[in-house]
Nanobody
Framework: QVQLVESGGGLVQAGGSLRLSCQAS????????MGWFRQAPRKEREFVAT????????RYVDSVKGRFTISRDNAKNTVYLQMNSLKPEDTAVYYC????????????????WGQGTQVTVSS
């Protein structure tokens, strides 16, 4: 089992940047595929990005390609989401999740979830 704690959210102007971090507990972090999801008010939680166990493979939702970068540091049990060129439509609660599968893009692929961190982008 793994516990996840996100940080790094906040209020930023459009065009700005934020870096989210997700600290995982446990000794087997490197065996989990990791992902970021987000949920805006009155919308379903949606996939944002995922990274494989070793970090060599990633996938992104089309709306963030070229702007967001997911990465991980297995020595620190941490996964990151670097968000650049932020837009008001990126405003959401961002969740970190861990999966026994690599590169999952659906909620059902993830067994463990953090509590979320709020990202607000003003226009």
């Amino acid at each position: 089992q793994v516990q996840l704690v996100e940080s790094g959210g906040g209020l930023v102007q459009a065009g700005g940047s934020l870096r989210l971090s997700c600290q995982a507990s446990g000794r087997t972090f490197s065996s989990y595929g990791m992902g970021w999801f987000r949920q805006a008010p009155r919308k379903e939680r949606e996939f944002v990005a995922t990274i494989s166990w070793g970090g060599g493979n990633t996938r992104y939702v089309d709306s963030v390609k070229g702007r967001f970068t997911i990465s991980r540091d297995n020595a620190k049990n941490t996964v990151y989401l670097q968000m650049n060129s932020l837009k008001p439509e990126d405003t959401a609660v961002y969740y970190c999740a861990a999966s026994n599968l690599p590169l999952g893009t659906t909620r059902g692929a993830y067994a463990y979830w953090g509590q979320g961190t709020q990202v607000t982008v003003s226009s």
